[in-house]
């Protein structure tokens, strides 16, 4: 108990000078673009080891996916054993008989990095131990394991406010970074999108969750999807907006739904993390998430977000500013193919001539003025780069035909007996008045 006591003073006083010093909260110096990896949870769930953890390691560079940007290896929920009288966590001894901190340098050694989980509550999600009121033991021992990120889950919660507990974690990495290691640790705060972590959690965390779990089928990604465009200025550099880990590979997505997915959250600037047995990659699946130009859109230095320019109940399209250009994405979310036309001016805010790029076929398409129309086959996506123009200075609004569309639904449907109603009220007014 006294160790725990003086430690935790010893970490908050550190913690509080390295805050004094920074302008912001969080300035770990990480997620300057988003953060690009593999999280064992998508297809793993529970049932994970070190052996799965070793080979994984070893695929992400033998099948070329470090080299193309994806460093981080992280193990999610279900690691820990029991923590000692110290209040020490150590991994289960069943599982990871060799401990966390093997596993960390054998993966440092492939030239990948190593993330970890917990959870902002007495236990995970999982019903594991939780890092709620051992914050600090948990900080020191992630770093004395060279971890290198670290995703905060939010279950068992105690009903404390998200921002208060999230922010207790920030300055136990921030006092253990500020005072020795080299090493900081990429902080991904897993609360749900609950209380509205766009407006905080900049300064708290590299990333916030924005919504609930992701699940498997084509469902849970338009679900997901439909609640990113409001808060999409709020991702940049540092500090992202997260919609979750990638399902592409998992389940039972067509190849035109998982480009699609993999595109959309690229664009948005969200984590690229994988979830899917890369151990043995299926080839149209590496095909998808090895195309390194939709990458260089996720990893692009500006930082920006695309938003939504225009959307109905058949398709979406999404633009936004690139370092060195802007893109479009043209997607398709009916069930036959449909031609989706682009507006320079309406959807892109920029007039004149712009030169077009494809970045699923890696082709130049010539240069256009005004707009460009393409077939986009069901449910999948067109990458569309441009270059070129000039910017309007207003930004033009975002297009809602959904809800157009939907109030003419609605219409059409119960218009009938909205005029009854209104038919009948009238005959009473009139005998009302005649009185
Ligand atoms: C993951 O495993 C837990 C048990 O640990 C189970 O309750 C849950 O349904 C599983 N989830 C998925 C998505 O398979
Ligand atoms: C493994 O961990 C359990 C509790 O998590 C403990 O009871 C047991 O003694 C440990 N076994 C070894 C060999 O360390
Ligand atoms: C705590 O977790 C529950 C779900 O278990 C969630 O509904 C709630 O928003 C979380 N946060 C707080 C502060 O209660
Ligand atoms: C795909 O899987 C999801 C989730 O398991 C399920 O809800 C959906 O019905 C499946 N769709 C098809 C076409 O099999
Ligand atoms: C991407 O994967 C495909 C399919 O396995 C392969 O043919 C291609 O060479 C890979 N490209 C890169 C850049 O790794
Ligand atoms: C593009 O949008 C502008 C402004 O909404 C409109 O005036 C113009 O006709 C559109 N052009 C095409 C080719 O659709
Ligand atoms: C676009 O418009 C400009 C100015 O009218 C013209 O010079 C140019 O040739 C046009 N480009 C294309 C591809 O039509």
Redesign the pocket.
């Known amino acids: 108990m006294s160790l725990k006591v003086s430690l935790s003073m010893f970490m908050t006083l550190f913690g509080l000078i390295c805050i004094i010093n920074e302008t912001n909260g969080l300035d770990n110096g990480l997620g300057r673009t988003p953060p690009m990896g593999w999280n064992s949870w998508n297809r793993f769930n529970c049932t994970i080891d070190e052996n799965l953890i070793k080979q994984t390691a070893d695929a992400l560079v033998d099948y070329g996916l470090r080299d193309i940007g994806y460093k981080y290896l992280n193990i999610d929920d279900c690691w820990m054993g029991e923590r000692d009288e110290q209040g020490y966590i150590h991994a289960s001894n069943i599982t990871f008989p060799g401990g966390i901190k093997a596993l960390a340098d054998y993966t440092h050694s492939k030239g990948l990095l190593f993330g970890i989980y917990s959870d902002a509550g007495y236990r995970t999600c999982a019903g594991r131990i939780g890092s709620l009121g051992f914050e600090d033991v948990d900080a020191i021992t992630y770093a004395s394991w060279g971890i290198d990120y670290l995703k905060y889950d939010n279950c068992y919660n105690e009903s404390i406010p998200e921002r208060q507990r999230y922010e207790i974690m920030r300055d136990m990495l921030n006092g253990i970074n500020c005072i020795s290691t080299k090493r900081p640790i990429f902080y991904s705060i897993c609360e749900w999108g609950v209380s509205q972590p766009f407006l905080w959690a900049n300064e708290v965390g590299n990333s916030w969750r924005t919504t609930g779990d992701i699940h498997l089928g084509w469902e849970s990604i338009l679900d997901i999807l439909q609640q990113q465009h409001k808060i999409t200025q709020y991702a940049g550099p540092g500090g992202w907006n997260d919609p979750d880990m990638l399902q592409v590979g998992n389940g039972n997505l067509t190849i035109d739904e998982q480009k699609s997915h993999f595109s959309l959250w690229a664009a948005l600037k969200a984590p690229l993390l994988l979830g899917f047995d890369i151990r043995y990659p299926p080839t149209d699946v590496l095909g998808i998430v090895n195309n390194t130009e939709i990458i260089a859109i996720n990893q692009d230095p500006l930082g920006k977000s695309v938003n939504i320019a225009q959307s109905t109940k058949r398709m979406d399209v999404w633009t936004g500013e690139l370092s060195d250009g802007y893109v479009a994405l043209l997607f398709n979310k009916a069930e036959t193919s449909i031609t989706i ?1 682009l ?4 959807h892109l805010n920029v007039q004149g001539e712009l030169s077009i790029r494809d970045l699923w076929e890696h082709e130049d398409k010539g240069a256009y003025n ?2 460009y129309s393409r077939e986009v086959p069901k449910h999948g996506i067109v990458v569309l780069k441009l270059t070129g123009g000039t910017k309007i200075k207003e930004y033009p609004d975002f297009i809602d035909q959904y809800s157009d569309a939907a109030l003419s639904e609605f219409v059409i449907k119960y218009g009938v007996f909205v005029l009854l109603l209104i038919v009948i009220v009238f005959q009473y007014y009139i005998r009302y008045f005649c009185k």
Do not use: E, I, L, V
């Open positions: 036309n507006n320079f001016t309406a005004d707009s």
